[in-house]
């Protein structure tokens, strides 16, 4: 008899998979950039004059090839797309904090 797995409302298989934190939410932003893009039927090139990116460089995003791409530079991608980045600080505990990137549809 086989388990199968199910991913709880309100997370990503991505949260599930146990990979790095940091790479983890390099992967959420990037996969928003790519549906953004669908979503507003860009070129490259059209995303190219709107971020200030080369086009070579959104072929990787959108491929997910984020190894040479920080973190910082894909939320301004994304700020250039006209979405709203908000980062909470959640309140102290003990141990380490985690880094999680959320987001919300629109209604």
Avoid: N, W, Y
Wanted: net charge neutral; aromatic share 0%.
């Amino acid at each position: 008899m086989t388990t199968d797995h199910i991913t709880p409302a309100g997370t990503s298989v991505l949260d599930d998979l146990g990979l790095d934190a940091e790479f983890t939410a390099k992967a959420k932003l990037a996969i928003r950039i790519r549906k953004t893009i669908e979503e507003l039927g860009l070129t490259q090139r059209q995303v190219q004059s709107r971020t200030g990116l080369p086009q070579p460089r959104i072929s990787q995003i959108v491929r997910g090839q984020l190894d040479d791409v920080s973190k910082t530079k894909l939320e301004e991608c994304l700020r250039s797309l006209g979405h709203d980045i908000t980062i909470m600080i959640g309140p102290r505990h003990e141990g380490s904090g985690e880094l999680k990137v959320l987001t919300r549809e629109a209604a």
